[in-house]
Structures are given as structure tokens and as C-alpha cells.
Nanobody, 128 residues
Framework: QVQLVESGGGSVQEGGSLRLSCTTS????????MAWFRQAPGKEREGVAS????????????IYTHSVEGRFTISQDSAKKTVYLQMNNLNTEDAATYYC?????????????????WGNGTLITISS
């Protein structure tokens, strides 16, 4: 059983920065891809950023939702089995619970229906 443990959430002022971490345990193989999703109250869960981690021609490739391009950066430390989300210039629209996600089946990480494992989430609040 794979476990994903997030850390780094909290409260920040608008324009500030936070870095989220997600550490994977319980499975020796690398995930096909890892991602961060977020869900604000009353809204659907949406993909924020994903990175291909399982080897192949797209290893290290990243995808971002349009609203965070240029502000968020997803990266990985494969030795630590950890994925990071660096978030800069945060605004009130970024406030949500952020979830780490992993796909081990090769279906991709851009939509929630293809995700195999989820973290418990970490809350980010932003004050204006």
C-alpha cells in the first residue's frame, strides 16, 4: 500500500510563498507520475501541477494548470521519494486544501479519475 504524506501548508499573506512537500512510502517502484491537486470549499478538485517520474522519454516533464503557470513549480527528489510544489506570488484564489497524488498505472496525473493514491491534504489559507 502506497502512502503519500504532505507537509508545508499553512497561512500566508497575499503575494507570499510556500513550499509543499509530498513523501512517498510503501512501494519500491517509482510512480508513473505525481501531481498536486487542490480543492476549495464548494468547488471541484482540480489538477494544479504534475510531473512524470517513472522513466521513459517524458521523465521530468511537467504540466501546469493555466492559472498557476509562472508562479508554481513542481519538482522531485527521486532519492528522497519526495515531490515539491513551490508556490510564489500567492493570491486568494489559491486558497484551498492541496492534495498530493500518484498514478502507478500509466494513465496520467492530469485528472483525478486516473489517480491511484491520494494524500490526506494540507490546508493553505491566504490573507489579503
Amino acid at each position: 500500500q502506497v502512502q503519500l504524506v504532505e507537509s508545508g501548508g499553512g497561512s500566508v499573506q497575499e503575494g507570499g510563498s510556500l513550499r509543499l512537500s509530498c513523501t512517498t512510502s510503501g512501494y519500491t517502484s517509482d510512480a508513473y507520475c505525481m501531481a498536486w491537486f487542490r480543492q476549495a470549499p464548494g468547488k471541484e478538485r482540480e489538477g494544479v501541477a504534475s510531473i512524470y517520474t517513472g522513466g521513459g522519454f517524458n521523465l521530468g516533464s511537467t504540466i501546469y494548470t493555466h492559472s498557476v503557470e509562472g508562479r508554481f513549480t513542481i519538482s522531485q527528489d527521486s532519492a528522497k521519494k519526495t515531490v515539491y510544489l513551490q508556490m510564489n506570488n500567492l493570491n486568494t484564489e489559491d486558497a484551498a486544501t492541496y492534495y498530493c497524488a500518484a498514478d502507478y498505472g500509466g494513465r496520467g496525473c492530469e485528472v483525478s479519475r486516473t489517480i491511484d493514491y491520494w494524500g490526506n491534504g494540507t490546508l493553505i489559507t491566504i490573507s489579503s
